[in-house]
């Protein structure tokens, strides 16, 4: 699992911000927010334009680094931060596995070059290394690889390098970090299938639905949602098969559905073929929710405890001791990320009304 993450110089992030997953509180209640000792489910605010979204990005930045999974490249124009004094982008990861903890730091330019790579195993230096000058402290990652061939030029990532060419046992750390970073997801829950990560492509995004079982899945998904229209398949005269809406005229659902329910039919595909996902990350979940919908996707998500979840939203609905925790809530600002509990020296109890607290300003940082 992510145990900690901090970015510096990425977009709208001059300063450090960093996300402790480890900092978990002793609160009593809603613990499959919990996994392990790590923060299993959170949901993040903040204003409009303060990097929630960048957030999401600089977290999936990793994915481009070490695998060949799907990235939209234009998400990351102007990829440095404007007022930075450096000219790169620093990211620091820092996962937890059953057998060890893995440490990756690296940067990267403008043009998202990588120009430094370091990597801590168990809290012990494996390599670091400079791209730039084509320097680096290499000899701990001779040691425990002997048989790779370092004497190499470019700059491509040593770590994806050396993780592809080695033969480690199968559940060491170094392994279980590039499986764990492969099935990393990031979606928007909007009008599109914009995502990152998972899979190099979706090309399945508009036939999954043919298969009756998820046909019917999906239509009951639409009515526990309020929405009571049942859905058929119909073979068009190009002579595809496209969805639509089972009404006395059928229509074609993409075309005549609205944007929430379209919203569903993504966070549906993504529910149902990535299953085996390690951290879910979907930016601004909730943007065409009913604040009743709203809620059943959080508890949907938090009855999944086998991957992380990260949310977006503006949808103060949510914040209920009922639905979460106060270490599970963030705030996003100018001034860093934190969360409720590390928000305020007022001592939050299961008790309290999160959501006037945060409309009277208590999270304020």
């Known amino acids: ?53 960048n957030l999401g990005l600089a977290l999936f930045d990793i994915v481009s680094t070490l695998t060949s999974n799907n990235v939209s490249s234009e998400l990351y124009n102007y990829y440095l931060n404007a007022d930075s004094t450096t000219d790169y982008a620093q990211f620091d990861y820092l996962f937890s596995f059953d057998n060890g903890e893995v440490r990756y730091q690296y940067r990267k330019n403008a043009k998202r070059e990588l120009i430094w790579e370091k990597v801590l195993l168990n809290g012990n230096i494996l390599y670091e290394y400079d791209y730039a000058v084509s320097e680096g402290m290499l000899e701990p990652l001779r040691d425990l690889m002997p048989t790779l061939n370092l004497n190499f030029r470019g700059s491509d990532s040593i770590l994806k390098y050396s993780i592809a060419n080695s033969s480690l046992e199968a559940d ?26 998972y899979r190099s492509n979706s090309s399945n995004y508009l036939d999954f639905i043919f298969d009756d079982a998820v046909l019917h899945e999906f239509e009951q998904f639409l009515h526990q949602a309020g929405i009571k229209e049942n859905l058929i398949v119909r073979q068009d005269t190009d002579g595809e098969q496209r969805l639509y809406f089972d009404t006395k005229v059928p229509l074609p659902f993409f075309k005549t559905a609205s944007s929430g329910t379209r ?13 085996d996902v390690s951290l879910m990350f979907i930016d601004e979940f909730d943007a065409f929710y009913h604040y009743e919908l709203a809620e059943t996707i959080v508890k949907l998500l938090e009855n ?20 979460m925790r106060p270490d599970c809530y963030f705030i996003l600002s100018e001034n860093g ?23 009277s300003g208590e999270f304020n940082e």
């Open 1 to 53: 699992m992510l145990k900690r993450f901090e970015v510096q110089g990425f977009k709208s992030f001059l300063h450090p911000v960093t996300i402790d997953f480890s900092d978990v509180r002793d609160y009593q209640f809603n613990n499959t927010c919990v996994k392990d000792g790590l923060l299993n489910k959170i949901i993040v605010y903040g204003r409009n334009s303060v990097g929630k979204t």
């Open 172 to 197: 060491h750390p170094l392994y279980q970090l590039l499986h764990f970073v492969s099935h990393m997801l990031w979606f928007r829950s909007l009008d599109e299938n914009k995502y990152i990560g």
């Open 337 to 359: 990320l934190y969360s409720f509990a590390n928000a305020t020296k007022r001592e939050l109890r299961e008790g309290h009304n999160l959501e006037k607290l945060y409309m």
């Open 304 to 323: 999944m405890p086998q991957f992380q979840t990260i949310l977006t939203s503006h949808n103060t609905n949510l914040l209920s001791n009922r639905i």
């Open 263 to 275: 919203a569903l039919y993504t966070f549906f595909y993504w529910y149902k073929t990535a299953a």
